[in-house]
């Protein structure tokens, strides 16, 4: 699906602002990344964070944790299955 149409100046926004910005998803990592590039908004993106990384689902804590620890660096395509 395409991202809402207010998405795309909203991310430009933020990003002119100085934010660095990141999704965070209980989704996959091969989802969130193929989401991102399809839509277009992967080069506003500084990270696609997946809680599959922690192994844990939000509300869990752990899912909250890795946007706050997450590193600041561009997005990455996934590989494997």
């Known amino acids: 699906a395409a991202p809402a149409p207010d998405a795309r100046p909203a991310l430009e926004g ?3 602002a100085g934010l660095r910005l990141a999704i965070p998803s209980n989704g996959s990592p091969r989802m969130l990344d193929t989401a991102a590039r399809g839509g277009g908004l992967a ?3 500084d990270k696609v964070l997946s809680v599959a ?3 844990g689902y ?3 804590p ?3 944790r890795l946007a706050r620890l997450a590193p600041t660096k561009p997005p990455t395509p996934v590989d494997g299955p």
Request: hydrophobic share 40%; proline share 13%.
């Open 58 to 60: 939000q509300p869990s």
């Open 62 to 64: 752990a899912g909250h």
């Open 53 to 55: 990384e922690v192994g």
């Open 43 to 45: 080069p506003l993106l």
């Open 14 to 16: 933020l990003r002119a």
